[in-house]
């Protein structure tokens, strides 16, 4: 089993930055185990589905959103089993909650970023 908790969410005027945190634990995800899961950042805003944001995978190779892309970077530290997301020049369209999965199967509960002014 993984645990996987985001934090690093909250309120942001446009412009602004964050950086979220995808932190995995639990039998499934100790030791090295960690470094064996690709990481997605997913967010769903009121009255919209699930979309993807990014993904790392376990070589550092990464892949973004088109509407992220150049704003956003996903980063990895293996050592921590933690993921992040550093979230850059915020707009309004980027106001959701953010959910985090480690592998195929393992969700967070998700980490409200609003942006407004």
């Known amino acids: 089993q993984v645990q996987v908790v985001e934090s690093g969410g909250g309120l942001v005027q446009p412009g602004g930055s964050l950086r979220l945190s995808c932190a995995a634990s639990g039998s499934s995800a100790s030791g090295s185990s960690f470094t064996t899961y690709i990481i997605y950042w997913y967010r769903q805003a009121p009255g919209k589905r699930r979309e993807f944001v990014a993904t790392?995978?376990?070589?550092?190779?990464?892949n973004y959103a088109i509407s992220v892309k150049d704003r956003f970077t996903i980063s990895r530290d293996n050592g921590k089993n933690t993921a992040y997301l550093q979230m850059n020049n915020l707009n309004v369209d980027d106001t959701a909650v953010y959910y985090c999965r480690v592998g195929s199967a393992y969700w967070g509960q998700g980490t409200q970023v609003t942006v407004s002014s």
């Open positions: 790392i995978t376990t070589g550092g190779s990464t």
